[in-house]
């Protein structure tokens, strides 16, 4: 049997600490041990509860997390949650707000943000797996499988979204073993109220990121806006500010060395429950071919775009991600070998393949195998499909295309993505190309990745994209016919005729003769035939792994351990304490950073340009309420044992109180493999309130903000 010769389980913790985990609320009333150990003195049923204190004020932007600070629907995040919707949209070559910073100091001067931001607040979760599954136990074919469960899920959905201003969405916990309806009110107009320059919420950009000590001002406000009735509108002056059931109170004493803290937020994606050949394939190639995808992505952005046209601005989100992921990545590498987590999973898998070898089914067994044999063949296309595409006109032709093509069904057989209720979204990402599309720049990328795509064997290629880019001959040809499709007018250059794409039938796109449109129309029959052994293997791969998680389940039961689901951008909890840590044979890093330290880094010249105003403030020693007496300073960013991941950014950090003492942003690099493998001396970094407020009194002198805020002195 194959699971003798490989090892069955990614990377299973088997020693549990009080501190790990991202619990789902209905699972925090069975940690009132562990909560009160760790100096949580509340009532833990609270957080277990929605709509009551501290849970009904945290907020998710759709990627990152958020918080509602003052009954007025003001909202606390990260600066870097906010840089491209709301910084990016709203600046220009005459007003830069990255240089500039930008403080509203009335309602009235609060900035819209790009179409389609949001924000959102959860209602409800409820158990749907037996609805989600429903009729397809007797389907033997994986793509009939698949259809009757999104079938399921849409039929959900449609039930659950009773108003425009709910927003219901089906969730996949433990890899398919279980779904659950996630409700969520949905806030369109959200507005930019105040972000630093970013000379102070990015201070120390790239070489600082994922690294300690940290001198980050890492925080912004956006305030969200209802219509006048109440009801969820897009942005229009007569609009209301949003009346939060809750807020969180921001504390001006912050926190010290030891005390509880913890974190509500929309953690995204880790990856504890991998079996090894996931992880094995991951960590031996993935990381590095990721990591090449991201250099050369990172290389041929900034060689292209130019500040004079501004194509800089408009892809300084994009690389910013880009060399946010590639540092992650690289971390990951060094952490995987540092932490010796490969070794460690090839040890702890022998408990559970002992366990199952002794307690497992023919048919868990042969499940696995199955599962093991899919997954080889899936991570063999992985590499390959990093490099397919990366044509920015040439999806959205396509997007717009297969729009067109599933408007021919009835509303309920069309593809997830495509109904009526996706429309608003569709546009909104059609309208975000103005401010996040250049096609110069487009077709250098497109060129970059095909000159890569076309080096893996044939069999990993998709043919019909192949043979029309002739991937197979010189790349001078394929160069050439890129060169000449980008050459030519097509409807996709302008804004205005992008959206009018939109509303077109099938019958009217197949009768334009657009370089773009003319493209999807091609390849649409192979996208398809694609998209549909992809179906059919996530729908193998669901059945394979819910057996699997059961299995685990099961094992984790007989070892007295609870298991807890990945990340999946939902709302999770994370608790723990304020603590310094030790990585290296003698540097121990103390819990806080202090101002002073931003002066220290400082030299003029980006990422460590702080503002002369800022270092004036920090040299006079004008602490004001702000300072932390044993730190003889005002304390900037903080580290504590959290256990969290992407998606987290903009997480409120809470005192035992449930008041905002920080904003988590970052994790240490040398720990980032956390995402794989619970590890104890993984810290989160926050940027510390009394920074935050201290920044809003001396530097900015923002006084309506400050008003509003309840602060705890």
């Excluded at 939060?244 to 030891?258: F, M, P, R, T």
């Excluded at 500040?307 to 060399?323: A, N, Q, V």
């Excluded at 950073?593 to 040299?619: C, Q, V, W, Y």
């Excluded at 300073?633 to 256990?643: A, K, R």
Aim: proline content about 3%; hydrophobic content about 35%.
């Amino acid at each position: 049997m194959r699971i003798k010769l490989l090892i069955i389980l990614a990377l299973l913790n088997l020693n549990v600490f009080a501190v790990e985990g991202m619990w789902e609320p209905s699972q925090m009333g069975n940690l009132k041990k562990e909560l009160k150990n760790t100096g949580y003195s509340g009532d833990a049923d609270n957080l277990t509860d929605l709509f009551s204190f501290p849970l009904n004020a945290i907020v998710s932007l759709g990627g990152c997390s958020a918080s509602f600070v003052s009954p007025e629907g003001l909202i606390a995040t990260n600066y870097h949650c906010i840089e491209g919707s709301y910084l990016q949209f709203n600046s220009s070559e005459k007003e830069n707000l990255f240089e500039t910073g930008f403080v509203a100091r009335s309602r009235s001067e609060e900035k819209p943000s790009a179409p389609g931001s949001s924000a959102y607040v959860t209602q409800s979760i409820t158990n749907v797996t037996k609805a989600v599954l429903r009729q397809t136990e007797d389907l033997k074919d994986d793509l009939d499988r698949y259809n009757k469960i999104e079938s399921n899920k849409k039929s959900i959905i449609e039930q659950c979204e009773t108003s425009d201003e709910i927003r219901c969405n089906v969730r996949s916990f433990f890899s398919g073993e279980t779904y659950q309806l996630e409700k969520r009110l949905k806030i369109r107009d959200v507005r930019l109220v105040y972000a630093p320059p970013a000379s102070i919420g990015e201070y120390g950009g790239e070489i600082d990121n994922w690294m300690f000590p940290r001198h980050t001002g890492d925080f912004a406000l956006l305030r969200a806006y209802v219509a006048p009735d109440g009801s969820s509108k897009e942005f229009a002056n007569q609009n209301k500010p949003y009346k939060s059931k809750n807020y969180l109170k921001i504390s001006a004493k912050g926190v010290q060395e030891g005390d509880f803290v913890m974190v509500a937020g929309y953690p995204g994606t880790t990856n504890r429950l991998l079996t090894y050949n996931e992880v094995e394939f991951d960590i031996e190639e993935g990381f590095k071919g990721f990591v090449n995808f991201l250099k050369s992505g990172i290389d041929i952005m900034r060689s292209s775009t130019k500040d004079e046209d501004g194509s800089s601005l408009k892809y300084r989100g994009l690389i910013s991600g880009y060399e946010n992921y590639y540092k992650k990545i690289s971390g990951q590498i060094d952490g995987a070998e540092s932490f010796s987590v490969q070794d460690k999973a090839n040890s702890d898998w022998l408990g559970f393949i002992d366990y199952l070898n002794e307690k497992g089914s023919r048919q868990e067994k042969d499940s696995l195998d199955s599962l093991l044999s899919l997954i080889d063949d899936q991570k063999a296309k992985e590499l390959p499909n990093y490099y397919y595409g990366n044509s920015r006109m040439i999806s959205t032709a396509q997007r717009i295309y297969r729009y067109a093509y599933e408007r021919t069904k009835p509303n309920d057989q069309r593809e997830i993505g495509f109904q009526e209720r996706d429309h608003e979204n569709i546009v909104n990402g059609i309208k975000s190309l103005d401010y996040r599309l250049d096609k110069r720049v487009d077709k250098e990328i497109f060129i970059n990745r095909l000159e890569k795509y076309r080096t893996f064997d044939g069999n990993l290629r998709r043919p019909q994209f192949s043979n029309y880019f002739q991937l197979d001959a010189d790349f001078k040809k394929s160069k050439k016919i890129v060169e000449d499709i980008y050459s030519q007018k097509s409807l996709l250059d302008s804004a205005e005729d992008r959206l009018s794409l939109i509303d077109l039938s099938l019958d009217e796109l197949n009768s334009i003769n657009d370089p773009f449109i003319n493209i999807a129309r091609i390849l649409f029959d192979e996208q398809m035939e694609y998209e549909n052994i992809a179906k059919s293997e996530a729908s193998e791969k669901q059945r394979l792994k819910s057996t699997f998680i059961k299995s685990l389940r099961k094992y984790y039961k007989s070892i007295g351990k609870s298991l807890y689901s990945d990340a999946n951008g939902t709302l999770r909890i994370t608790f723990g304490n304020v603590k310094g840590v030790s990585l290296e044979d003698g540097i121990t890093y103390g819990p806080f950073t202090r101002l002073e330290g931003i002066n220290k880094k400082h030299n003029g010249e980006e990422p460590f340009d702080a503002p002369d105003k800022l270092m004036d403030l920090i040299s006079q020693k004008n602490y004001g309420r702000y300072e932390l007496e044993s730190l003889g300073s005002v304390p900037v960013n903080f580290l504590c044992d959290l256990d969290i991941t992407n998606g987290n950014s903009g997480s409120a950090t809470l005192n035992a109180k449930g008041e905002l003492v920080g904003l988590a942003f970052d994790g240490m690099l040398q720990t980032i493999i956390a995402d794989y493998k619970y590890i104890p001396e993984a810290r989160t970094i926050s940027v510390d309130s009394r920074y935050f407020l201290w920044t809003l009194e001396k530097f900015d002198e923002a006084r309506n903000i400050l008003e509003e805020l309840s602060i705890e002195y």
